[in-house]
């Protein structure tokens, strides 16, 4: 396996209030989301608690037109504009209240492709989700289009 590109650490461990807002929001009615004793999170929670803190109290306060920065950055490919254009997860273990997620990004394919859009490269990776003891609870395979988009002729 290759080295991650770029690794990131989810910026707060899983809580019971989370899921419970998460649950309650999306009236889910699995009875293991309320478990009083050992609930889990359900797997749509995973994205929020594996994404790092992008700004914190005291940091400059980000342009409107910048986003903060993203771990397909760290992939090499020069880009103005990415687009993620495919997703399929793999999910293997349960998040319960406590864990904390890292991510580890791997670069799996490069493909140089002029679109529509612009001209850029569609970027496979493969990201795979640890608990806190090292445990793999979800790999994700996606396909980020980075591009230079065209000149807008009008």
């Known amino acids: 396996m290759s080295d991650p590109v770029a690794v990131t650490v989810g910026a707060e461990a899983v809580s019971i209030s989370a899921i419970r807002r998460f649950v309650e929001a999306h009236e889910m009615t699995d009875p293991r989301y309320s478990d009083p004793v050992n609930p889990i999170a359900p797997w749509a929670m995973l994205s929020s608690f594996s994404m790092p803190a992008y700004w914190t109290p005291g940091d400059a306060t980000l342009p409107d037109d910048v986003?903060?920065?993203?771990?397909?950055?760290?992939?090499?490919?020069?880009?103005a504009q990415s687009m993620t254009?495919?997703?399929?997860?793999?999910?293997?273990?349960?998040?319960?209240?406590?864990?904390?997620?890292t991510t580890e990004?791997?670069?799996?394919?490069?493909?140089?492709?002029?679109?529509?859009?612009?001209?850029?490269?569609?970027?496979?990776?493969?990201?795979?989700?640890?608990?806190?003891?090292?445990?793999v609870v979800a790999i994700e395979r996606?396909?980020?289009?980075?591009?230079?988009?065209?000149?807008?002729?009008?």
Request: hydrophobic share 35%.
């Open 67 to 79: 986003l903060p920065p993203l771990p397909w950055d760290a992939c090499g490919i020069p880009a």
């Open 85 to 101: 254009n495919r997703m399929e997860f793999d999910y293997f273990e349960p998040l319960r209240p406590g864990d904390v997620v």
């Open 142 to 154: 996606c396909s980020v289009y980075r591009y230079f988009p065209f000149e807008d002729p009008r």
């Open 105 to 135: 990004y791997r670069v799996t394919g490069v493909t140089p492709k002029r679109t529509s859009v612009g001209d850029g490269s569609f970027v496979d990776f493969e990201l795979t989700f640890l608990r806190q003891d090292g445990v």
